[in-house]
C-alpha cells in the first residue's frame, strides 16, 4: 500500500458505515459517501449525496414538544447499479447483494492521488459461475456539476447474459443518524421522473420548505458491446435503466454510468432539469472524464501537499484530501460556511459552528480565495446577527454557535442522551466566543494575504460590530474595578450552568474574556490604522459613534480573568465545584470521553465537578503564541509567566475527558509550543481521531473537519511557530523528535509555492522567481529577508 492509497479488506457490516464516511468523494460543490451502489439506504449502509449549502427545516414533535431543525438535505442517491446473471435459455438468478450473498477478495481502494475509489471483488454463483467485478468511481473537480461510475463485469468460467438495473432514487430521507429517527428526515418532496432517449434518465425535486429546485440526470451505456435490451422506465420516485447484454470468458461488459447534478442555487442557469440533462448528454466518456478529473487534482496537490515522513505523513495526507473534497477552488463561487462534519454524514445537521476557526489558518496561506468566500459566508449573515443581538437588548452583532442556510440560530433546544434515553435541555446558544473565532479569523486572513481592501471593507464591518457587542455585554463591576461578562458557555460546553442554579450561563469563561479583549483591541488597531475617509465612511455604514472607543480602550483593558490555585480558572467559580474520581470512572466505563451522558444518565450532572469535555482555557494556547498571551494578559493587568503557564497547563490535563476530536488536537500543540514530551501522544490521537473512529462510532455520521484541517495547521503552524503579522512571516519551530522532518509550500502575499523545509537539524525557506517583493522572516534570535529566487538555510538549536 502506497502513501497515496488506503485500502480496506473484505466486506464487514458493522464496520461499513464508517468505511463509506472514510470513502467519501467530493469536490466542494457535493459530495457522495462511499456506499456500495448495490445497496440502499437502511441499518448497514447509507449512500447519501450533499449538496454545500443545501439546507431545509422541518418540524417535529420531540418529548411532547414543537422543534423546528434545519438540515443539510440526504439528496437523491445516483449511486444506485444492481445485476444478475443467466446462463444462455436459462432462469435469471437473484438481484446479487453483499449482504445476502458470499463475496470472494472484497477490496476497496481510495487513490488520494487520483482521487477516485476503487472497488474489487468475485462473486461465485452456483449455477452460474465466478463473475470478477471491478468499479471506479469519481466526482469531478474539473467540472463540480459531474460524477461517474465504471463497472467492468469479466466472466471467468461461463457463458451468458448479465442484466443491469441504473437507477436515480428519489426513495431517500436523512437516515445517517440513528439518534435522529424520531425527527421529521423527509425533505425532498415533489419527485418527477423521465427518460431522454437513448440512454439518459432525469429526477426533479424539491426541498420540503426551503424549496431548493435539485435535477439528476444520468447516462449509461454498456461500452463496445452490443446490448440485448436498453430500456428507459421512469416510475413514481426512482427513474430506471435496464440493460441486457451477453457476457463470457475473454468478453467483459463494461458499463459507464455518468451523473449531472444542478440545483436551483446555481448561477447562470435558467433550469436546473435542462442543465444537467444537457451536461450529462455531451459528457465524455468514462476514460476521458477520469483524465480531467485526475488533471484537476494534481493542479490541487501541487498548491497544496505536506510532505512528512511515515504513517503520519499518510494521515496527513488523508486528512488534507478531505479537507480539499469539502472547501475546494469551487467553493469560492459558493455561498457556504465550513461543515463541521463536511459533506460526508448527517451528524449536527451539516451546521456551521467555529471550525473554521481551525480551518481557515491551513487554507489563508494555500488557497486564499476559499478563505475569502468563507468570511463572505459570515459577512452575508452579519445584518442577521445584529438583529439577534438587538433582540436581546445588545448593540452590534451576535453571531449564532450553529449556521445555516440563513444566518439565524439553529443550536437545538434540546438534545438527547443515548445513555439515558431522555431529551434534555441544550444551551450551547450561549457560546458567544463563536464571534471572536470569526472576527480571529478576519484578522488572520488579512495578516496572511495582505488583503486590506477586505479589511477595510467587510471585514471592518464584522470586527467592529463584534467588539461592539462584546463592549455592551461587559458589565462593570464596583467591587473588583473590573468588567465582567456573565451569563456565557465556553468551549468546554460541558459546564453550562453553575450547580442547582435556575438560569443557565457562567461568569467570567476566562476564554471567552480574554478573546473578547483581543477583539476590542484589534478592532482599536483597525481604527487608528484606516484612512480618515475610510473611517468616516465605516461609521456612516455601521452608525458607529466615536464615543463609544473611548469604553472600548477601558474594557479592553479591564475585563476580568478568574484564577485559582496560582492557575487560571476556566470561569468564576470553578475552584468551588467538587473533584470527580477519575480513577473509579475509568474503571467502571470502556470510555468516558462523553462523562456528561455517563454523569447524567447516573442521576447527576457534569456542571458539579472540575471535569472539562475539551480544551477551554488553553484553546488561548492554541490560537496565540507565548508571547502573544503574554502581551495580551499585561495589556489587562495580569502577569502571565511561563510558570503560571506550565500549571495551568498540567491542571487541566488532568482534568480533560477529551470528548471532542478537537482536544487532542489542541492540547498536542499547546504541549508542543510548550516543548513538553507529552505533546506527541496528544498529536497522535489527533492523526487516529477519524480513522481509528475513537469517539466511538462518530465518524461514521461524518468526518470531523475542524479536527482533519487542525492537524495540518499543527504542522504548518505548530511546528513551524509560524505565525503572519506585521508584514513578515515569523518562525519558531519547535522541537517534536516524532515529526522532526517535514516540507510544505506556501502562497504568501502574491508570492506562489515559498518553500519551507525542515529536516538534519535545519530550516530551509525558499522563495520561488518572481517580480513580487523579498519577503521578511522573523525568528526568534533573528531576521532575514529573503529575495525572490533565493533561498535560506538556518541551523536550529539542537534542543
Not at 411532547?64 to 446473471?85: A, I, T
Amino acid at each position: 500500500m502506497s502513501e497515496w492509497t488506503w485500502q480496506w479488506e473484505g466486506y464487514d457490516p458493522v464496520a461499513e458505515r464508517l468505511r463509506e464516511s472514510l470513502c467519501t468523494l467530493g469536490n466542494g460543490y457535493f459530495a457522495t459517501r462511499g456506499a456500495v451502489p448495490e445497496c440502499r439506504a437502511g441499518l448497514v449502509h447509507c449512500p447519501g449525496t450533499y449538496a454545500a449549502g443545501c439546507y431545509d427545516r422541518l418540524e417535529s414533535t420531540v418529548a411532547g414538544r414543537q422543534v423546528v431543525n434545519e438540515d443539510l438535505v440526504n439528496l437523491p442517491n445516483w449511486l444506485p447499479l444492481r445485476f444478475r446473471l443467466r446462463r444462455a435459455a436459462g432462469p435469471w438468478g437473484p438481484w446479487f447483494s453483499p449482504d445476502a450473498h458470499a463475496l470472494l477478495d472484497h477490496r476497496h481502494t481510495l487513490d488520494l492521488c487520483h482521487a477516485t475509489l476503487t472497488r474489487s471483488f468475485r462473486h461465485r454463483d452456483d449455477q452460474r459461475g465466478m463473475l470478477g467485478v471491478e468499479q471506479t468511481r469519481l466526482v469531478h473537480m474539473g467540472d463540480p456539476h459531474l460524477s461517474a461510475l465504471q463497472t467492468v463485469f469479466t466472466a471467468e468460467d461461463w457463458s451468458g447474459e448479465i442484466e443491469i438495473e441504473s437507477c436515480l432514487d428519489g426513495e431517500v430521507i436523512n437516515s445517517n443518524v440513528h439518534r435522529y429517527r424520531a425527527l421529521n428526515r423527509r425533505h425532498v418532496t415533489r419527485v418527477r421522473t423521465g427518460t431522454q432517449e437513448p440512454h439518459t434518465v432525469w429526477l426533479s425535486c424539491r426541498t420540503s420548505t426551503s424549496d431548493i429546485g435539485v435535477a439528476m440526470a444520468a447516462r449509461t451505456v454498456a461500452v463496445g458491446r452490443p446490448t440485448a435490451l436498453s430500456e428507459l422506465r421512469p416510475a413514481r420516485r426512482r427513474a430506471v435503466h435496464r440493460l441486457v447484454a451477453p457476457i463470457a470468458p475473454g468478453r467483459p461488459v463494461a458499463v459507464e454510468k455518468t451523473v449531472a447534478l444542478h440545483t436551483s442555487r446555481d448561477t447562470a442557469i435558467s433550469d436546473p432539469l435542462g442543465e444537467a440533462v444537457d451536461r450529462v448528454s455531451t459528457a465524455a466518456g468514462f476514460p476521458a472524464l477520469l483524465d480531467s478529473h485526475v488533471a484537476a487534482w494534481e493542479r490541487l496537490w501541487r498548491h497544496a501537499d505536506i510532505q512528512v515522513p511515515d504513517q503520519a505523513g499518510r494521515i496527513l495526507r488523508f486528512h488534507l484530501f478531505h479537507v480539499l473534497q469539502t472547501l475546494s477552488p469551487h467553493t469560492a463561487d459558493l455561498d457556504v460556511g465550513v461543515p463541521a462534519r463536511g459533506l460526508h454524514g448527517e451528524a449536527y445537521r451539516g451546521h456551521v459552528f467555529w471550525d473554521e476557526l481551525f480551518v481557515l489558518p491551513y487554507l489563508n496561506l494555500h488557497f486564499p480565495e476559499v478563505s475569502r468566500a468563507l468570511l463572505n459566508y459570515r459577512h452575508r449573515r452579519l445584518p442577521r446577527a445584529c438583529r439577534a443581538a438587538a433582540a436581546i437588548g445588545r448593540a452590534g452583532a451576535m453571531y449564532p454557535w450553529q449556521s445555516g442556510s440563513d444566518g439565524r440560530e439553529e443550536s437545538q433546544g434540546w438534545h438527547l442522551n443515548p445513555r439515558s434515553g431522555r431529551w434534555l435541555p441544550d444551551h450551547s446558544r450561549l457560546q458567544h466566543h463563536v464571534g471572536s473565532a470569526i472576527a480571529y479569523n478576519v484578522w488572520q486572513y488579512c495578516e496572511a494575504t495582505g488583503d486590506t481592501e477586505f479589511l477595510h471593507t467587510k471585514g471592518a464591518e464584522m470586527l467592529l460590530q463584534i467588539a461592539r457587542f462584546w463592549a455592551d455585554k461587559a458589565v462593570y463591576d464596583d467591587s473588583l474595578g473590573r468588567h465582567r461578562i456573565r451569563g456565557v458557555v465556553g468551549p468546554d460546553e460541558y459546564h453550562d450552568a453553575y450547580p442547582g442554579a435556575a438560569r443557565p450561563g457562567l461568569d467570567d469563561n476566562a476564554y471567552t474574556n480574554v478573546t473578547a479583549a483581543w477583539v476590542l483591541t484589534r478592532a482599536l488597531d483597525l481604527l487608528r490604522r484606516l484612512p480618515a475617509w475610510r473611517r468616516e465612511e465605516l461609521f456612516d455604514r455601521i452608525r458607529l459613534d466615536g464615543d463609544e472607543l473611548p469604553k472600548w480602550e477601558e474594557i479592553s483593558r479591564r475585563l476580568r480573568v478568574p484564577f485559582h490555585q496560582g492557575v487560571i480558572s476556566q470561569f468564576e467559580g470553578y475552584d468551588d465545584l467538587a473533584e470527580l474520581d477519575w480513577a473509579a470512572y475509568r474503571a467502571r466505563h470502556t470510555s468516558i470521553r462523553r462523562l456528561d451522558r455517563i454523569l447524567e444518565a447516573e442521576g447527576d450532572t457534569v456542571n458539579r465537578y472540575k471535569a472539562s469535555k475539551q480544551a477551554d482555557v488553553l484553546m488561548l494556547g492554541h490560537l496565540f503564541s507565548p508571547a502573544e498571551l503574554r502581551t495580551l494578559f499585561r495589556r489587562l493587568g495580569y502577569d502571565l509567566d511561563d510558570e503560571v503557564w506550565r500549571r495551568t497547563v498540567d491542571y487541566y490535563l488532568q482534568r480533560t475527558s477529551h470528548g471532542s476530536t478537537l482536544s487532542g488536537l489542541v492540547h498536542g500543540l499547546v504541549l508542543a509550543r510548550a516543548r513538553r514530551a507529552e505533546a506527541w501522544s496528544y498529536v497522535q490521537e489527533a492523526l487516529e481521531a477519524d480513522i481509528a473512529d475513537i469517539q466511538g462510532g462518530t465518524t461514521g455520521e461524518g468526518i470531523h473537519l475542524g479536527a482533519m484541517a487542525g492537524t495540518l495547521d499543527l504542522v504548518q503552524r505548530g511546528l513551524t511557530g509560524l505565525g503572519t503579522r506585521e508584514d513578515a512571516l515569523w518562525l519558531d519551530p519547535v522541537p517534536l523528535p516524532a515529526l522532526s522532518e517535514y516540507g510544505f509550500s506556501l502562497r504568501y502575499r502574491g508570492h506562489w509555492g515559498v518553500g519551507i523545509r525542515r529536516r538534519s537539524g535545519q530550516l530551509e525557506i525558499s522563495v520561488p522567481d518572481s517580480e513580487e517583493s523579498p519577503i521578511r522572516v522573523v525568528l526568534a534570535d533573528r531576521a532575514v529577508t529573503i529575495a525572490p529566487g533565493e533561498t535560506c538555510t538556518l541551523m536550529l538549536p539542537t534542543s
